[in-house]
T-cell receptor, first 111, second 114 residues
Framework: GQNIDQPTEMTATEGAIVQINCTYQ??????LFWYQQHAGEAPTFLSY????GLEEKGRFSSFLSRSKGYSYLLLKELQMKDSASYLC????????????FGTGTLLAVQP | GAGVSQSPSNKVTEKGKDVELRCDPI?????LYWYRQRLGQGLEFLIY????????KSGLPSDRFSAERTGESVSTLTIQRTQQEDSAVYLC????????????FGPGTRLTVL
């Protein structure tokens, strides 16, 4: 299977940095995505990694290590609006471009 | 509109009835996807369309579920003889192509089966 494991909940303080980890047990995927989902809303794309290493995109960075089956999303300068679920997602591309979603990490940003 | 739209936004139905959920993808997007999200759970892949064809139906949970797409545009997900376990938010997404193209999600249809 493609078990994707993330912490269920995290709490952080406004202005701080938080790292959300994701581990998975699979191989052969094309890329790993991170999506953000606010309560009652659809997921929105944040970043993706194809190769090992760090991808930076403004306040958000994502890291992938295929050999270790590990990824993380780093959020800097946290804002209250960053309170949301963060979904670690595997993309199988090829003929399907199927996304396999983890259950997500609910991040609460406190003042 | 510029984004993916879905209708209805909410649907309440009685067990055993059929329902149709509609998705209008972003114009020009060749790929269209249906996902289901049960309360407190992650998204489950249901079906994928490339153009009007569905090369991957592996996620459809039973033969009560079917989907079609016409004109390489609108898609309809039909659930026959609904059951209470079908209650979920059904999300549609579209992407320009396949591979690693970003998928853009619609707001979803919240289905409640009484």
């Amino acid at each position: 299977g493609q078990n994707i494991d993330q912490p269920t909940e995290m709490t952080a303080t406004e202005g701080a940095i938080v790292q959300i980890n994701c581990t998975y047990q699979t191989s052969g995927f094309n890329g790993l995505f991170w999506y953000q989902q606010h309560a009652g809303e659809a997921p929105t794309f944040l970043s993706y990694n194809v190769l090992d290493g760090l991808e930076e995109k403004g306040r958000f960075s994502s890291f992938l290590s295929r050999s270790k089956g590990y990824s993380y999303l780093l959020l800097k300068e946290l804002q209250m609006k960053d309170s949301a679920s963060y979904l670690c997602v595997l993309n199988y591309g090829g003929a399907t471009n199927k996304l396999i979603f983890g259950t997500g990490t609910l991040l609460a940003v406190q003042p | 509109g510029a984004g993916v739209s879905q209708s209805p936004s909410n649907k309440v139905t009685e067990k055993g009835k059929d329902v149709e959920l509609r998705c209008d993808p972003i114009s020009g997007h060749t790929a269209l996807y249906w996902y289901r999200q049960r309360l407190g759970q992650g998204l489950e892949f249901l079906i994928y369309f490339q153009g009007n064809s569905a090369p991957d139906k592996s996620g459809l949970p039973s033969d009560r579920f079917s989907a079609e797409r016409t004109g390489e545009s609108v898609s309809t997900l039909t659930i026959q003889r609904t059951q209470q376990e079908d209650s979920a938010v059904y999300l549609c997404a579209s992407s320009l192509g396949t591979g690693l193209d970003e998928q853009f999600f619609g707001p979803g249809t919240r289905l409640t089966v009484l």
